[in-house]
């Protein structure tokens, strides 16, 4: 999740979630956030020690708040603000596999941000990354 937010954060401004939120949703302000850890065993391998493979799917939620007096329509914010998180994703010839810490990846839906209140607050880019690591150890990233 660190090299999401470090390439997401050559475009905008760019937060992970913690325990305390330190960040204000602020126009162009994007937050990072992982959702699911799936085993897929597609690419796990037998061996010793065997790999297990896995998919994480992560989003990157991007915020469209512009000024209330302009005029220009939100869809045409929330398109542009889409498309600018993923160049900002796909930035790179190897861009995919996060620097060797990954198989490959996978961009899902874009998607409406919702709030808790039911207001529109922007988009959601999502993601699979699938990777392998040692079959005890989790921190172990397999190629």
């Known amino acids: 999740m660190a090299k999401v937010r470090e390439r997401v954060a050559t475009v905008f401004e760019a937060f992970r979630s913690t325990r305390v939120a330190t960040w204000q949703p602020l126009d162009q302000v994007t937050h990072i956030y992982q959702l699911s850890n799936t085993p897929t065993p597609e690419v796990s391998c037998p061996g010793n020690p065997p790999a297990q493979g896995w998919t994480l799917q992560a989003a990157v939620a991007g915020i469209a708040k512009p000024s209330d007096r302009d005029l220009t329509p939100i869809d045409t914010f929330k398109?542009?603000?889409?498309?600018?998180?993923?160049?900002?994703?796909t930035t790179g010839a190897t861009w995919y596999n996060w620097d060797g810490l990954a198989i490959?990846?996978?961009l899902s839906d874009i998607e409406e941000y919702v709030g808790d209140e039911g207001a529109s607050h922007g988009v959601i880019v999502k993601m699979n990354i699938i990777y392998r690591t040692d079959e005890n150890d989790l921190y172990t990233v397999r190629a």
Not at 79 to 89: C, E, F, H, P, S
């Open 104 to 106: 490959n990846t996978m």
């Open 79 to 89: 398109n542009r603000l889409g498309a600018d998180i993923v160049g900002a994703l």
